[in-house]
C-alpha cells in the first residue's frame, strides 16, 4: 500500500514537473494547456489560419467554421495543433469516403512570433504578411507543405 | 520523501473550512458557469479530448450527458460542502468535473485543470477527516495540495522569466482602459513613466509568485501568505480578466490552507459559541428518536428521497433532464445506502440536504440567466449550422426562461420569417417590442437617478439601439404579415430611438471622457449609417 501511494506521489509530482517542462523544451510554442501559463504573450499574438484543399491540385480554401462549434473555431484559429491535427483526420476521411484516394489538406497558419510581441520592429507584421516582415517577427507552427491527409492517417 | 508526505497533518477545523467554501463555490460554479456551456459539447460530431491519443476509443460527448455531469456534480458538491456523504461525494465530483474536463479540449481554462487535479487529490484524503472523527488527521494527500499549489505558482512565475513578460509589452496588452490610468497614477506617484510602471509591475508580478510558491510550502510563512497571495488574484479581478471564478477559487483555497491554526480555531470557537447550539438541537431533532426504527425505514426514506431529487431535477428546463434526475436519484440512494446500515440508522439530515441541494438547484436555475445562456447559446450554434427547427425549439425555451426581460425573440421572428410564418414572426416581433421598451423605460430612469454614471448612460444607450434595431426588423415583418401598421411611424420611431441613442452615447464619454465605452458604441452607429442591427 505504501509502495503504491509512494509511486501515486513521484508519478504525481513528476508529472506536473514533467509536462510543463515539455512544453518549454518542445516545438508547439501555441498548445500551453498543461504548462501553467497564465497571461502569456502566445494568448495574445494573433495568427492567420487557412485550410487548403490541394487535392487536384488547385487550391480550394475550407471553411472549418461553417461546420463547427465556435469554440474550435477559436482553437484553430490560436493554432491549437491537437484541433488542426483532429479536424483535418475528419476532412481527409470524409473526402476518402467520397471516393477521393489521395486527399491533400494543408494548414497554412501564421503567428506573430509570441516572444517578440512587445519589440516594435514587428509592429504590425502580420498584416504585412510573411514576405514583408522583419525576419522572426513570425511563426508558422505547423508546416504548410505537410499534406495533413497524410500526417494523420 | 515519504516521512514529508506522511507526517503532515491537518486540523479536521481545516478541513471542514475547506470543504464548505471550496465544494460550495464548486456546486454554485457547475450550476451556473458550467452549465450554460454545455451544448457546445460534441456539436457538429466534432470533439478532441485533452489526451488526443484517446480519441479512438472515446464516445462523442453529448450536451445531454454533459449537463447531466454538471447537474450531478453540483448537487455531489453541494452535498459535500454540508459535510453528507462525502465519502460518495467526492469521488462523483472528481468524476463529474474532472471527466469532463478531460473529455474535451472545448473546455480549456487552465483553473479547470488546477480544480480537476485538487478533486482528485481531495478523494484521497481520509473520509473520516472531512467527518471530524479526529481532532487532526495525517493526510499525505492534503501535502500534494499544497505542493501542487506551489507547483502552479513556480510554474507560472517561471513562466514570466521571458522578455515578453519583463519589459511590461504583455501586461499593457491586458490591461483595460481603467486599469492603465491606475498604472498611469502609480508610476506618476513614483516619478516614473507609464512604461516604467508597467516593467514594475510585471516584475513584481513574477517575483510575487515565485515567493508564493515557496509560501505555500513552509508552514510557519502561510501567515504572510495569506495576505500577500490574494493580492494578484485580487488585481485579476480588478483588471477584469475573464477568467470566470479562477480568483475566488484561489481566495477560498488560500483562506482555508493558510490561515494558521490559532486563528481558525478562535473563530470556530466564536462561532460554535453562537450555532453550535441550534445545530446540535435540529441535528438530534432530525436525526435522532424522530425516525422510528424497523427494517423498512431506512429503504422508506432513501427511497423518498431519491424520488423527491428525480422529481426535483427532472423538472429542471434542460435536455434530457431525465438523465441528470436519474444519476441524481442513483446518487442520493448511494449516499444514504440504507444496505449497509442497521435499520433506522438513515440520517435524516442527509436526506433533507440532498432534497434541498435539488430544490435549490431547481429554483435558482429555472429562471436564471445560466438556463437563458444554455438554450440561447445552443439555438445561436443550431442556427448558424442552418438548423432552423432546432433553432427555433432552442429560442423558443430560451424566451420562456427570461421572463420579462429582451431575450432572443427577434432571432425566433427571423427564423420563422425564413420559414414563411410571417404571423408568428410579427407576434414575437410584439414581444420583443414590449420588452425593449420596457427596459428602455428601465435604463432611463436610471440614467436620471442622481446616482447615475457612465454605465448607466451606456445601457440606456445601448437599451435604445436594441428597440431601433427591433423597430427596423418591425418594418419588414408587420407587412409581411399583412397588418396595417404605420411603417413610416415605425421609421419614425426608430430614428427617435437612434438620435436618443447617440445622446446616451455622448452622456457617457462626457462621464467617463477617457475610457467611456460610449465612444465605441458611437463609431459603431456612425458605421452601420443610423443603426447597428444586432
Known amino acids: 500500500m505504501t509502495t503504491l501511494r509512494n509511486l501515486f506521489i513521484v508519478g504525481w509530482v513528476g508529472l506536473q514537473v514533467a509536462l510543463p517542462l515539455s512544453y518549454y523544451l518542445g516545438d508547439d510554442r501555441f498548445d500551453e494547456r498543461f504548462a501553467w501559463r497564465m497571461f502569456s504573450p502566445v494568448r495574445l499574438s494573433e495568427c492567420r489560419v487557412k485550410l487548403v484543399d490541394r487535392t487536384d491540385g488547385a487550391a480550394t480554401l475550407v471553411r472549418p467554421n461553417a461546420e463547427l462549434h465556435e469554440v474550435w473555431g477559436n482553437l484553430l484559429s490560436r493554432a491549437r495543433s491537437p484541433v488542426v491535427h483532429a479536424y483535418a483526420k475528419r476532412w481527409c476521411d470524409r473526402r476518402r469516403d467520397a471516393g477521393a484516394t489521395a486527399p491533400a489538406l494543408h494548414a497554412e497558419i501564421t503567428c506573430e512570433n509570441p516572444a517578440r510581441r512587445g519589440d516594435a520592429a514587428c509592429a504590425g507584421a502580420l498584416a504585412a504578411g510573411a514576405a514583408s516582415?522583419?525576419?522572426g517577427c513570425l511563426v508558422e507552427p505547423i508546416d504548410p507543405a505537410q499534406n495533413l491527409c497524410e500526417v494523420d492517417r | 520523501m515519504s516521512a514529508y508526505f506522511d507526517a503532515f497533518e491537518v486540523s479536521a477545523r481545516r478541513l471542514a473550512v475547506l470543504r464548505v467554501l471550496f465544494f460550495g463555490l464548486l456546486a454554485f460554479d457547475l450550476w451556473?458557469?458550467?452549465?450554460?456551456?454545455?451544448?457546445?459539447?460534441?456539436?457538429?460530431g466534432f470533439n478532441v479530448s485533452q489526451v488526443p491519443a484517446l480519441d479512438a476509443w472515446l464516445p462523442l460527448p453529448t450536451p445531454s450527458v454533459v449537463g447531466a455531469l454538471y447537474i450531478v456534480g453540483g448537487l455531489a458538491?453541494?452535498?459535500?460542502?454540508?459535510?453528507?456523504?462525502?465519502?460518495?461525494?467526492?469521488?462523483v465530483v472528481a468524476a463529474c468535473y474532472s471527466g469532463v474536463y478531460f473529455w474535451s479540449q472545448s473546455d480549456s481554462y487552465q483553473h479547470h485543470y488546477l480544480v480537476s487535479l485538487l478533486l482528485v487529490l481531495l478523494c484521497f484524503v481520509p473520509h473520516g477527516a472531512w467527518r471530524g472523527d479526529a481532532t487532526h488527521v495525517r493526510s499525505w494527500?492534503?501535502?500534494?495540495?499544497?505542493?501542487?499549489?506551489?507547483?502552479?505558482?513556480?510554474?507560472?512565475?517561471?513562466?514570466?522569466?521571458?522578455?515578453?513578460?519583463?519589459?511590461?509589452?504583455?501586461m499593457n496588452s491586458l490591461l483595460s482602459c481603467e486599469a492603465r490610468l491606475h498604472v498611469q497614477a502609480f508610476g506618476n506617484a513614483l516619478g516614473w513613466s507609464e512604461a516604467g510602471a508597467l516593467r514594475a509591475v510585471s516584475a513584481s508580478i513574477m517575483l510575487g509568485e515565485f515567493a508564493a510558491a515557496a509560501l505555500v510550502l513552509y508552514a510557519p510563512w502561510w501567515t504572510i501568505g495569506l495576505f500577500v497571495i490574494p493580492f494578484f488574484h485580487a488585481g485579476v479581478e480588478y483588471l477584469d480578466f475573464d477568467i470566470e471564478l479562477f480568483s475566488y477559487y484561489m481566495f477560498v483555497l488560500l483562506f482555508a490552507l493558510l490561515l494558521p491554526q490559532r486563528w481558525l480555531d478562535r473563530g470556530w470557537d466564536a462561532v460554535a459559541q453562537r450555532l453550535g447550539g441550534p445545530r446540535e438541537h435540529v441535528l438530534r431533532a432530525l436525526n435522532g428518536d424522530s425516525v422510528p426504527p424497523g427494517v423498512s425505514t431506512p429503504w422508506l426514506i432513501a427511497g423518498a428521497t431519491a424520488l423527491a431529487a428525480f422529481a426535483l431535477l427532472r423538472a429542471l428546463p434542460v435536455d434530457r433532464a431525465d438523465i441528470g434526475a436519474g444519476l441524481a436519484a442513483a446518487?442520493?440512494?448511494?449516499?444514504?445506502?440504507?444496505?449497509?446500515?442497521g435499520a433506522g440508522s438513515v440520517r435524516t439530515s442527509s436526506a433533507i440536504a440532498l432534497i434541498a441541494g435539488s430544490g435549490l438547484c431547481l429554483a435558482g436555475l429555472a429562471r436564471s440567466e445560466a438556463l437563458y445562456d444554455y438554450h440561447r447559446q445552443w439555438g445561436g450554434y443550431l442556427r448558424r449550422s442552418g438548423d432552423v427547427e432546432g433553432a427555433i425549439a432552442r429560442y423558443e425555451s430560451a424566451n420562456a426562461i427570461q421572463h420579462d426581460a429582451p431575450a432572443r425573440h427577434v432571432a425566433l421572428a427571423r427564423l420563422q420569417l425564413k420559414r414563411g410564418e410571417a404571423a408568428a414572426a410579427a407576434l414575437n416581433v410584439d414581444e420583443a417590442l414590449r420588452r425593449d421598451e420596457a427596459a428602455v423605460s428601465q435604463a432611463n430612469a436610471h440614467a436620471r437617478s442622481a446616482s447615475a454614471g457612465a454605465q448607466d448612460h451606456l445601457e440606456l444607450g445601448r437599451a435604445h439601439v436594441r428597440l431601433a434595431d427591433t423597430l427596423k426588423f418591425a418594418t419588414e415583418v408587420f407587412p409581411a404579415a399583412g397588418r396595417s401598421d404605420d411603417v413610416a411611424a415605425l421609421q419614425r420611431k426608430r430614428e427617435g430611438h437612434i438620435g436618443d441613442a447617440r445622446s446616451a452615447f455622448e452622456a457617457n464619454v462626457r462621464s467617463d471622457p477617457a475610457c467611456g465605452a460610449g465612444r465605441g458604441e458611437l463609431a459603431r452607429l456612425r458605421g452601420a449609417g443610423d443603426g447597428a442591427d444586432r
Open chain 2, 77 to 91: 458538491a453541494f452535498c459535500a460542502a454540508l459535510g453528507v456523504g462525502v465519502r460518495l461525494a467526492l469521488p
Open chain 2, 32 to 44: 451556473t458557469t458550467f452549465l450554460p456551456h454545455a451544448p457546445r459539447f460534441g456539436a457538429g
Open chain 2, 141 to 170: 494527500a492534503m501535502r500534494l495540495v499544497y505542493v501542487q499549489v506551489s507547483l502552479m505558482y513556480a510554474w507560472t512565475a517561471a513562466t514570466k522569466c521571458d522578455a515578453a513578460w519583463l519589459d511590461g509589452s504583455t
Open chain 1, 133 to 135: 516582415a522583419q525576419p
Open chain 2, 331 to 341: 446518487f442520493a440512494l448511494g449516499v444514504l445506502a440504507p444496505w449497509n446500515r
